[in-house]
């Protein structure tokens, strides 16, 4: 089973940050420059980046096509980017400007109907759907929407599997409270999600520390596993990461 490790890049106000649970008032702000961060996350062999912009994610108006250019001018790298989607004209600029595949979040949520004509249209390669979520205290999972600042009334288990049903082929998950706290992915969501849903191909975000992690997440079957606190604190090597699954995937002798 092939398995991707996505670093990621969270850009707000130009500047590389990590927010914890969500809550923009806990950001850490980094000194890398976003272009300089994601050619070294080339240079160490990735395949893919995760940039997502959180001003456009709580505000609309994506505002990191500039960059998203630059990264595919300057790495080989594949991007998928998010964050402010509110119309297809938004997808089709994303696209434009050299986006592999385009993250949605809230629409996915509040208008998902549209999102799977979407996903018919420019294909479900091209697409991948954000259900970033948070356990309420009934016990439901529900899914954030507006940069994480709203709950939504739908459950986690309802809208993946509207959009599984839908033809979709890629989706993350986030496990809000996990985010940036560098306490481990949640394997039993991610599990329970696979069950449901066998057919996507699951991307795992949130908590992750280290390649231990990276292999817990490949082994209940996640599709590739989002990386972002631990590679900018230096606790968790992009290229060990990368090297556990080429070795993972190796065929036998």
Not at 38 to 58: F, K, S, Y
Not at 156 to 173: I, M, S, W, Y
Not at 209 to 230: N, Q, S
């Amino acid at each position: 089973m092939s398995f991707t490790v996505y670093p990621a890049i969270d850009i707000r106000d130009g500047r590389v940050v990590r927010l914890a649970q969500g809550d923009y008032s806990r950001e850490s702000r980094y000194t890398d420059a976003p272009l300089d961060l994601a050619m070294r996350h080339a240079e160490a062999g990735a395949r893919w980046l995760h940039l997502i912009d959180l001003d456009a994610a709580r505000a609309g108006g994506y505002t990191l096509a500039p960059l998203l250019s630059g990264i595919k001018a300057r790495t080989g790298l594949s991007v998928q980017t998010g964050g402010g989607v509110r119309s297809e004209a938004d997808v089709v600029a994303m696209l434009e400007a050299g986006a592999d595949r385009v993250v949605i979040g809230s629409l996915a949520v509040a208008e998902r109907e549209m999102v799977a004509a979407w996903v018919a249209r420019y294909g479900a390669e091209r697409i991948v759907v954000a259900l970033d979520a948070r356990q309420a205290a009934d016990g439901q999972w529900r899914p954030a929407t507006h940069g994480w600042t709203e709950d939504a009334a739908d459950t986690l288990d309802a809208l993946v599997a509207f959009h599984a049903d839908a033809g979709l082929q890629h989706l993350l998950c986030t496990d809000i409270g996990r985010d940036g706290m560098l306490a481990g992915p949640n394997l039993a969501l991610y599990a329970r999600l696979l069950a449901r849903a066998p057919t996507l191909r699951l991307q795992a975000s949130g908590g992750a520390r280290d390649a231990a992690d990276v292999a817990a997440a490949r082994g209940i079957g996640c599709d590739g596993i989002v990386l972002g606190k631990a590679l900018l604190e230096g606790r968790l090597a992009l290229a060990d990461a990368l090297a556990y699954v080429i070795s993972a995937q190796a065929p036998p002798c």
